[in-house]
Structure formats: C-alpha cells, structure tokens
C-alpha cells in the first residue's frame, strides 16, 4: 500500500503544466464564438471573398493545430 501512495506521489510531481494548452484552447474557442457571431449576423455575405473565406480557414486550421500539439507537448 504504502509502494501504491509513494508511486501515485512521484507521478504527480511529474506532472507537466497544461498552460500553453490553455492559452491555445482558449485562443481557438473565442476564434469559433468570434466567426461563429460573424456568421450568423451576416450569413449571405460572410465571407466577402474567396480570399477572405481562405484567410478564415487557414487561420482556424492553424489554431486548431496549435492546439493539438500544445495538448500532445503538455502531455
């Protein structure tokens, strides 16, 4: 028992901080509301342009990116 609680211990102090995972996931959920809040309010015109429709898109895809590897390095 007392190997079980020294173990549990020691993997706890090792333990990475999830900080950048944070930072990344919440950047990415306010991009979301922010396109989502765009999107709604003016859904016939949104985007104006097949460069700015592929600015968002390139944009969410790198976010979601930043936040899958900050969510693997942080472990």
């Keep these: 028992m007392l190997h079980a609680l020294i173990t549990f211990a ?3 102090a090792e333990e990475s ?3 950048l995972f944070y930072i990344c996931g919440s950047v990415l959920a306010i ?3 922010v396109v989502s ?3 709604i309010r003016a859904h016939e015109t949104f ?3 097949k460069s700015a ?3 968002v898109m390139a944009i969410s ?3 979601i990116v930043l936040a899958m590897a900050s969510a693997v390095i942080t472990g």
């Design 37 to 39: 809040a765009i999107g």
């Design 10 to 12: 020691a993997e706890e």
């Design 53 to 55: 429709a592929r600015t």
């Design 31 to 33: 991009w979301a509301v």
């Design 61 to 63: 895809v790198g976010l």
């Design 47 to 49: 985007p104006p342009t």
């Design 17 to 19: 901080s999830k900080t």
